[in-house]
């Protein structure tokens, strides 16, 4: 998993990275104890990657991410000090510099592979994912209860409870095989 500061950085790093990224939503990490959590079990069960922007802010959160995770689960990922201003913006950044979204993904790439992030075949290529289909047939989305069973699974995982769709597939897959999300599945139906 990869944790970036803001949407925009996910729309960035979804073209060159297929997998989990989750963002702070800048300082909002400070006060959101359930997204502190997300990022210490994630850390804990595969490790994570920091890449923030080279600015002031950008350490503050990455250095608040590293105090709440073990140090031995982070790799940091760093993007040199470019300057000029992201072209959805009138304004650059207070210190001028661009920030991950303002990147070229060459030098995107290129500070992944600095940090020893090298792309390989992931093992998820091989197994079953959970999709948004298995979702809307197990109620999870797109019917009248769906909303509660899908606080019921968030609960049953340990996993916050204001969480999208699409980004619960991501981390369901991330988590848990296709097989225990079936029981998952199973189990909350029996409940209701």
Known sequence: PVIVEGKYDIIKLSNLI??????TDGFGIFKDKEKQRLIRRLAGEKGIIVLTDSDSAGFMI???ITSVVPKENVTNVYIPDIYGKEKRKTEGGKEGKLGVEGMREEVLLEAFRKAGVLC???ENAEKR???????YEWGFSGRPESKIKRQALLKSLALPERMSTSSLV???????????????AKEISICE
Not at 129 to 135: A, F, P
């Open 18 to 23: 297929d997998g989990l990224i989750i963002k």
């Open 62 to 64: 990455r250095n608040f």
């Open 120 to 122: 390989e075949k992931s």
């Open 129 to 135: 994912l959970i999709t948004n289909v298995d979702l």
């Open 170 to 184: 991501k981390i369901l897959n991330s988590f848990v095989t296709y097989e225990e999300f079936i029981e998952k």
